[in-house]
């Protein structure tokens, strides 16, 4: 079966050795990849994953040591969640107490427990307890039966609801599965990064976009053939999508939403592995080969984590 949904997730943070420190060790993430942003080479992308750092896995950071913070408003992602089996909802609630990170009581959203709490840069993430049925990686912290079993999905905040949920749904692959409050939630096909809510809120302020801040969102197309024919409706929606570009793991178009929000269509190939082993994904700093001749003087700027 086709495989809808998130492919990943990509925000701005502050430092990076923070952030490895608190999405490595704190949530027991696996680092997946250590390379660059490409756009900008002077500056690191990390990725966050499980163990083979799967499409609905991913979470990507822009780390800037001095960024400025951002403040979520309309035509922005609001909360990125993980699924998490259902009975570890205490377990975590225990273990962020016990690391100092603060968190919401716990709440029912669409019937699952969801525990809120921010990032050391602000962002916005949850867990969301489901019935998992995947074994998760174990990180040095957290065992494999507590482990965060990839992306649940991400909550819109949005002025209306139903320009950007007809791009869910009549080309993104998701449907619509149910209504509570402000909330419209969309699902994909794929168990993993499966939703996408939106929270239509009217008139509320424009976000700015910083430290704490996602900058896009990826959904999965299949292959290219698949990513071409999601770009072809987009073309009918009057919305302009840029051309292919080669993102070393995934090749990616990009458009910005009627909402407001920059949304990424990702192929699921070739994948993380296509440089480095799995048993070694995240150790090496990574570099796409035109970058490579370059590697001394990028290595230079770029902050020590490790
Ligand atoms: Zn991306």
Known sequence: MVQTGLHHVTAFSGPALRNLDFHTRVLGLRLVKKTVNFDDPGTYHLYYGDEAGQPGTILTFFPVEHAAPGRVGIGETQETAFRVPRASIGWWAHRLIEKGV??????QVFGAPTLRFRDPDGMMLALVGVDADESGWPSAEVPAEHAIRGLHGVTLLLDKAEPTAAILTEVLGLREIGREGSLIRFAGSADVGSFVTIRAVGGFLRGRQGAGSVHHIAFRAADDAAQAAMADRLAGFGLHVTEQRDRQYFRSV?????????????????????????????RALK??????????????????VA
């Open 254 to 282: 990009y458009f910005r939403e009627p909402g407001g929000v920059l949304f990424e269509i990702a192929t699921d190939a070739p994948g993380f592995a296509v440089d480095e082993p799995v048993e070694a994904l995240g």
């Open 102 to 107: 603060a968190h919401e009581p716990l709440v």
């Open 287 to 304: 570099l796409p080969a035109g970058l490579e001749p370059h590697r001394a003087e990028i290595e230079a700027v770029l902050p020590k």
